[in-house]
């Protein structure tokens, strides 16, 4: 009888160790994610058809996955694209409407897309902005979202000449606060200027938080590629977002005076007034920048030359993740998707930032690498940014949330001509946007919800968004099909 018992006890110890090295296998054969971010990166890579930046790594992961070269996000603005990019739901009139918006009071009652994968076995890890604020959504992560700190401010200037303009700036701050406070002013009147938007110093990669996030994240792979579950990982560069701060190196890659400047520097002909912004971040934050007349040429090509230098130093820490997933083996068990939250302007339509219903800041970078799947390849497909939480879903064999409004795009990594949706659907404060393959139509709403005026433009005949034609007798029908498109396409929302 004893002898039966531990039999049985060996038999039963040999089946959970078997169990057990089963699932091990199983989590080790499931593909890891690795999650790139990159703030305010705009459709300009040379992959995308542009010759002026110099992004060898964007384009080196280009060329062995899809490129998306209709991908739009939800809301061209930071808080509000990264919630509902990982919550995988549209922006309504009170969801996911600002900068500051928070996953956790917006959406809460929905796993979003790390939660979901950490609930079904991934160890999932935060670096750097993904999103606007690090502790959003603090539920959704295996561990500490990790946000490196260094030099003046959240800006993290390291010159000397910011420091003093900073701390002018400071000071005229607080005299201007205390005269407000005085005679019961305006706050408006005490905003000033911040600090300088851009900083050329010769330093290190990782002397600014970008260089310094790699670092992490490449010791983060290192850590990972030894554990038994498979991994998460999000990395948010915060370059090229304002202000533009880079190391020295990179800055020197472009010569300012071979830089082109925006051929359209004016708003576009018939376009509403409600269309167009005062770009209020850059001018309103930022040293010596003209508050009430337009960038000088000799100015923007500075600007244009800041941004640039801040796209190849992200691009250049991209590569590091890139090679270290190559370095340990990773690369072909590793899903990397790379997204730029929105575009940007570089003075088109007199316009520097994003906020607006523009297909310049709409238009965002989309790169999926996969295993198994396409690779070189570029695709016109439409994709919304809330269709990366089901693609991912359903490239990882996990079941897809019902809640979700996206659409998987795994169909389009198997063949780039592929369409999964007619339509993508943008909203910006009371403006709502439909793009189809050919047109950017959009409307702009009052406060009780009526349409108060709006704006058309061909894609194939202006794809710089030059000419409203919604105004244009030929084009009633066009307008009144894709107005109702555009409430099909709102109606669809939770």
Same mark, same amino acid.
């Given at each position: 009888?004893?002898?039966?018992?531990?039999?049985?006890?060996?038999?039963?110890?040999?089946?959970?160790?078997?169990?057990?090295?089963?699932? +091990? $296998?199983?989590?080790?054969?499931?593909?890891?994610?690795?999650?790139?971010?990159v703030?305010?990166?705009?459709?300009?890579?040379?992959?995308?058809?542009?010759?002026?930046? @110099?992004?060898p790594?964007?384009?080196?992961?280009?060329?062995?996955?899809?490129?998306?070269?209709?991908?739009?996000?939800?809301?061209?603005?930071?808080?509000?694209?990264?919630?509902?990019?990982?919550?995988?739901?549209?922006?309504?009139?009170?969801?996911?409407?600002?900068?500051?918006?928070?996953?956790?009071?917006? *959406?809460?009652?929905?796993?979003s897309?790390?939660?979901?994968?950490?609930?079904?076995?991934?160890?999932?890890?935060?670096?750097?902005?993904?999103?606007?604020?690090?502790?959003?959504?603090?539920?959704?992560?295996?561990?500490?979202?990790?946000?490196?700190?260094?030099?003046?401010?959240?800006?993290?200037?390291?010159?000397?000449?910011?420091?003093?303009?900073?701390?002018?700036?400071?000071?005229?701050?607080?005299?201007?606060?205390?005269?407000?406070?005085?005679n019961?002013?305006? $706050?408006?009147?005490?905003?000033?200027? $911040?600090?300088?938007?851009?900083?050329?110093?010769?330093?290190?990669?990782?002397?600014?938080?970008?260089?310094?996030?790699?670092?992490?994240?490449i010791?983060? =792979?290192?850590r990972?590629?030894?554990?038994?579950?498979? *991994?998460?990982?999000?990395?948010?560069?915060?370059?090229?977002?304002?202000?533009?701060?880079?190391?020295?190196?990179?800055?020197?890659?472009?010569?300012?005076?071979?830089?082109?400047?925006?051929?359209?520097?004016?708003?576009?002909?018939?376009?509403?007034?409600?269309?167009?912004?005062?770009?209020?971040?850059?001018?309103s934050?930022?040293?010596?920048?003209?508050?009430? !007349?337009?960038v000088?040429?000799?100015?923007?090509?500075?600007?244009?030359?800041?941004?640039?230098?801040?796209?190849s130093?992200?691009?250049?820490?991209?590569? +590091?993740?890139?090679?270290?997933?190559?370095?340990?083996?990773?690369?072909?068990?590793?899903?990397?998707?790379?997204?730029?939250?929105?575009?940007w302007?570089?003075? !088109?339509?007199?316009?520097?930032?994003?906020?607006?219903?523009?297909?310049?800041?709409?238009?965002?970078?989309?790169?999926?690498?996969?295993?198994?799947?396409?690779?070189?390849? @570029?695709?016109?497909?439409?994709?919304?940014?809330?269709?990366?939480?089901?693609?991912?879903?359903?490239?990882?064999?996990?079941?897809?949330?019902?809640?979700?409004?996206?659409?998987? *795009?795994?169909?389009?990594?198997?063949?780039?001509?592929t369409?999964?949706?007619?339509?993508?659907?943008?909203?910006?404060?009371?403006?709502?946007?439909?793009?189809?393959?050919?047109?950017?139509?959009?409307?702009?709403l009052?406060?009780?919800?009526?349409?108060?005026?709006?704006?058309?433009?061909?894609?194939?005949?202006?794809?710089? !968004?030059?000419?409203?034609?919604?105004?244009? !007798?030929s084009?009633?029908?066009?307008?009144?099909?894709?107005?109702? =498109?555009l409430?099909?396409?709102?109606?669809?929302?939770?």
């Amino acid at each position: 009888m004893h002898t039966i018992k531990t039999f049985l006890f060996i038999l039963l110890a040999a089946v959970a160790v078997s169990c057990s090295q089963k699932e +091990k $296998k199983q989590a080790q054969q499931k593909p890891n994610v690795l999650f790139i971010a990159v703030d305010d990166l705009r459709l300009q890579a040379n992959l995308f058809g542009q010759q002026q930046m @110099k992004t060898p790594n964007i384009d080196r992961l280009g060329n062995s996955g899809v490129a998306f070269k209709r991908a739009y996000c939800s809301v061209p603005v930071c808080g509000a694209s990264r919630a509902s990019l990982l919550s995988g739901v549209r922006p309504t009139p009170n969801r996911f409407v600002n900068y500051y918006t928070r996953k956790d009071t917006d *959406f809460p009652h929905h796993p979003s897309l790390p939660k979901y994968f950490k609930d079904n076995g991934y160890t999932t890890i935060s670096n750097g902005k993904i999103y606007h604020h690090a502790d959003d959504d603090i539920e959704a992560w295996s561990e500490e979202p990790y946000i490196p700190q260094v030099g003046i401010g959240w800006q993290s200037y390291l010159s000397e000449e910011a420091k003093i303009i900073v701390e002018k700036n400071n000071k005229v701050r607080d005299e201007v606060l205390e005269q407000i406070e005085k005679n019961n002013t305006s $706050k408006d009147a005490g905003r000033v200027n $911040k600090g300088p938007a851009w900083e050329c110093i010769d330093v290190e990669d990782n002397a600014y938080p970008d260089g310094m996030l790699a670092d992490k994240s490449i010791e983060d =792979l290192r850590r990972l590629s030894k554990a038994d579950n498979p *991994f998460f990982l999000a990395v948010g560069f915060w370059k090229p977002h304002l202000p533009f701060v880079a190391p020295k190196k990179y800055w020197d890659l472009y010569d300012e005076n071979d830089i082109e400047i925006a051929d359209n520097p004016y708003k576009p002909i018939n376009a509403p007034d409600r269309a167009m912004h005062p770009w209020g971040e850059l001018r309103s934050m930022y040293d010596n920048i003209p508050q009430n !007349e337009p960038v000088s040429d000799s100015l923007a090509r500075k600007l244009i030359h800041g941004y640039y230098a801040c796209v190849s130093y992200s691009d250049a820490q991209i590569g +590091k993740l890139l090679n270290e997933l190559e370095n340990l083996g990773l690369a072909e068990n590793t899903i990397v998707v790379l997204w730029g939250d929105h575009g940007w302007h570089l003075g !088109e339509h007199t316009l520097w930032c994003k906020h607006c219903n523009f297909d310049r800041v709409m238009n965002t970078p989309l790169i999926v690498k996969a295993p198994g799947k396409i690779k070189g390849e @570029k695709t016109t497909s439409i994709t919304e940014f809330i269709d990366i939480y089901p693609s991912l879903c359903d490239l990882c064999n996990l079941p897809i949330p019902e809640h979700l409004d996206g659409t998987s *795009f795994v169909p389009v990594l198997d063949d780039p001509s592929t369409k999964v949706k007619e339509a993508a659907f943008v909203k910006y404060n009371k403006g709502e946007s439909v793009i189809t393959d050919r047109y950017n139509y959009t409307e702009f709403l009052d406060n009780d919800g009526n349409v108060q005026t709006n704006m058309l433009y061909d894609l194939k005949k202006d794809p710089k !968004e030059n000419l409203n034609i919604s105004g244009e !007798e030929s084009n009633k029908e066009l307008v009144k099909e894709l107005s109702q =498109l555009l409430s099909k396409v709102k109606q669809t929302k939770n």
